[in-house]
C-alpha cells in the first residue's frame, strides 16, 4: 500500500510537469521567445520578462496553475484508499513540490510584483481545490 500511495504521488508529479509544459510551450507558441536570447544569463533572461505582455504571464499562472490542480487529482486518484485523509495528503505533497518549484523560479528570475504574487496564491489554491475533489475513502461497513 505504501508502494502504491508513493507510485502514485510520483505519477501525480510526473503529470503536473508535463502539464505545465504543455501549456508553457502553447505561451511560447503564441509569445515567441526572441531568437538569441541567453536564458543562461539571469540579466537578459530579467530584461526580456520585463517586456513580456501580461498575456504572456497569464500562460505562466495559467500552467502552473493547472498542473498542480491536475496532478494533484492523478496523485489522488490512482493512490490507495485506505484511509480517508490520504488522498488529500498525496495532493499535497504534489502541491509542495510545485510550490517550491514556483519559489525558485520566482527566486532566479524576476517577475513583477502582481504575478509573484498570484503565483504564490494560485498553486496552494490549486491544490485546496485538487484535496477538496479528491476521492475519499468509506469507512469500512458502509
Known amino acids: 500500500m505504501i508502494l502504491r500511495s508513493t507510485l502514485a504521488t510520483f505519477i501525480g508529479l510526473i503529470v503536473a510537469v508535463i502539464v505545465v509544459q504543455l501549456i508553457e510551450l502553447l505561451g511560447h507558441l503564441v509569445y515567441p521567445v526572441p531568437d538569441g536570447l541567453d536564458v543562461y544569463d539571469p540579466e537578459a533572461l530579467a530584461a526580456f520578462v520585463e517586456t513580456l505582455p501580461p498575456g504572456a504571464l497569464l500562460f505562466v499562472l495559467a500552467a502552473w496553475f493547472i498542473g498542480t490542480l491536475t496532478g494533484g487529482l492523478v496523485a489522488a486518484v490512482l493512490g490507495p484508499d485506505a484511509r480517508p485523509a490520504r488522498p488529500a495528503r498525496r495532493t499535497w505533497v ?35 481545490l485538487a484535496a477538496w475533489r479528491a476521492p475519499r475513502a468509506k469507512p469500512a461497513g458502509d
Open 94 to 128: 504534489v502541491t509542495a513540490v510545485l510550490f517550491g518549484f514556483t519559489a525558485a523560479n520566482l527566486a532566479a528570475i524576476p517577475h513583477p510584483p502582481w504575478f509573484t504574487l498570484a503565483a504564490l496564491l494560485l498553486v496552494p489554491v490549486a491544490g485546496l
